[in-house]
């Protein structure tokens, strides 16, 4: 087996004030979030903006210092942070990964925003670059 993915769904954002990057991407880009939600577990806050035939961009901004997106802010800066693809089985696709030594930021596959499983291929596996993996759940 190998791993499918469908799609990219989301390019992560990473910003250190939503309210006022979220007001600028409005007046720029005549971007809307269709939602804006807080996850303390995860220590951040987000806004999904949506684009008509294109993935959703995801504006991410850390709720505490010692988040990952608040050390990515200190040591890199507001920018493009990851890119998610959706994947069709992510246990699957996790699995067959590690078998190949790829890194991963967590230890499993976890609950992400919107009943989503995501996990994190860890940037040093792909030359520096931030890679969520996601899989919708429960399936629509
Ligand atoms: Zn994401």
Known sequence: MSIKIEKIDHIGIAVKNLEERLALWETILGARAVKIEELPERGVKLAHLKFPQSPTVELVSPLDEQTAVAKFLAERG???????????????????????????????????????????????????????????????
């Open 78 to 140: 507001e920018g493009i942070h990851h890119f998610c693809f959706e994947v069709e089985n992510i246990e699957g696709a996790f699995e067959e990964l590690k078998k190949k030594g790829v890194q991963f930021v967590q230890d499993r596959p976890y609950q992400g925003a919107g009943g989503s499983r995501i996990v994190f291929i860890h940037p040093r596996s792909l030359g520096g670059v931030l890679i969520e993996l996601k899989e919708d759940w429960p399936k629509k």
